[in-house]
């Protein structure tokens, strides 16, 4: 069975082209729009670079029924082309639309330099470039830190300036509101740590000691690690998006008109919330992890439950529980400051808010994994 063929549209485009005394004549008939088939443009420039070449190109568009932008932009480039081999364009032909809006197009050249050109920089001067960014980055850190210390002696001495209502509803969003996550988190981490664990312990049947693994770990490093890492990418992108959006607000700068201290009013009652709350959450993570390991003791290596809690309680040390406290304490301190910092210096724009967020959480877990490579080496000097 064969289809028919397919009759062409009565208004289908077509384009005739003709030469007579160094004049080339383009009539156009039919409806020139973008949902028509239309005829290719490689034939008029064909016309246009004969020998002799010809002196002028006119337009026929009395039988044109419709046109749209594709029309314009087919006739703008035959235009182009004419003008660049120096034919006399005639313009009357075309219709009225097409020959006003060509003209409006051409009446504004394009301005000089708009276009980004890209520009090779020497390799010293980009390494100068990096230096001089490394060392006001490091001024405008230790400015930061000025402020907060002055902010911390000021409330010391009673004269720090802030909303108590706003602490109170910080130390909310950075304790009950991140239980959840932290109670996930810690729970899976001290299932980890006691299904590896297990696998080695079995081999010499002290499948016992895995409570010992999981409990020191947990209450000496790993909980304080996980509670900061978590606050990290939930609190501390939540202090640079909200400074981030008060300084594209001009809020900030409105708060130093009204003679208010920004690290006062803002930046304070967030250190203050995570220093609180995050031994808080250390602790609530040691119990998560531990439990964690309870549920590989006792449903996968049979362990008695009383046998181990106690033996979890016996064998982990109270000096490793400061030191996870002392730990939580540091990266609290750590992830309000980066994220506050990253807030205060965010640009002013949607790009900087988004910036400062994502730069938070990197300088937050940056540093928290420094200052536990640190005191980890200064508790091993020490001797705990």
Not at 9 to 17: F, S
Not at 88 to 109: F, I, R, Y
Not at 319 to 332: D, E, M
Request: net charge positive.
């Amino acid at each position: 069975m064969t289809r028919p063929a397919q009759t062409p549209r009565a208004d289908a485009p077509t384009r005739a082209i003709a030469t007579a005394d160094g004049v080339v004549t383009l009539t156009f008939a039919g409806s020139w729009r973008m949902d028509r088939t239309l005829p290719g443009i490689e034939p008029v420039f064909e016309a246009l670079a004969v020998s002799p070449a010809p002196r002028s190109l006119a337009f026929a568009c009395t039988g044109v029924t419709g046109w749209d932008s594709l029309f314009l932009t087919q006739c703008r480039a035959i235009l182009a082309a004419a003008r660049e081999r120096g034919l006399a364009v005639d313009p009357a032909g075309l219709p009225d639309g097409v020959a006003s809006l060509l003209a409006l197009a051409e009446k504004v050249p394009e301005r000089q330099g708009a276009a980004r050109k890209s520009v090779h920089t020497p390799f010293l001067e980009r390494m100068a470039d990096l230096g001089l960014g490394a060392v006001q980055a490091f001024y405008n850190l230790l400015d930061f830190m000025g402020d907060i210390t002055l902010a911390v002696v000021a409330l010391v001495r009673g004269r720090a300036v802030f909303q108590r209502s706003q602490l109170v509803t910080l130390m909310y969003q950075a304790s009950i509101d991140a239980l959840g996550i932290v109670s996930l988190i810690s729970f899976l981490v001290g299932l980890i740590l006691a299904f590896v664990g297990a696998i080695q312990l079995s081999q010499f049947g002290a499948q016992i000691y895995v409570s010992t693994i999981v409990g020191i770990a947990m209450v000496r490093v790993m909980g304080a690690i996980m509670t900061g890492i978590i606050m990290a990418g939930r609190t501390g992108a939540a202090y640079a998006a909200e400074l981030g959006t008060m300084q594209v607000n001009e809020e900030i700068d409105a708060l130093k008109t009204f003679g208010f201290s920004p690290t006062q009013f803002l930046v304070l009652p967030r250190l203050i919330a995570l220093v609180i709350m995050m031994p808080l959450l250390c602790v609530y993570a040691d119990l998560m992890g531990i439990m964690g390991g309870f549920v590989v003791g006792v449903f996968m290596l049979k362990i008695n439950p009383i046998q181990y809690l106690t033996h979890t309680w016996q064998s982990v040390p109270l000096a490793n529980f400061w030191i996870g406290l002392v730990h939580s304490t540091i990266f609290g301190v750590l992830v309000a400051m980066a994220g506050c910092y990253r807030g205060i210096r965010c640009g002013r724009s949607a790009l900087g808010v988004g910036q400062a967020a994502t730069s938070a959480v990197v300088t937050s877990i940056l540093a928290i994994v420094i200052a536990t490579a640190i005191l980890t080496v200064a508790c091993n000097i020490i001797g705990v």
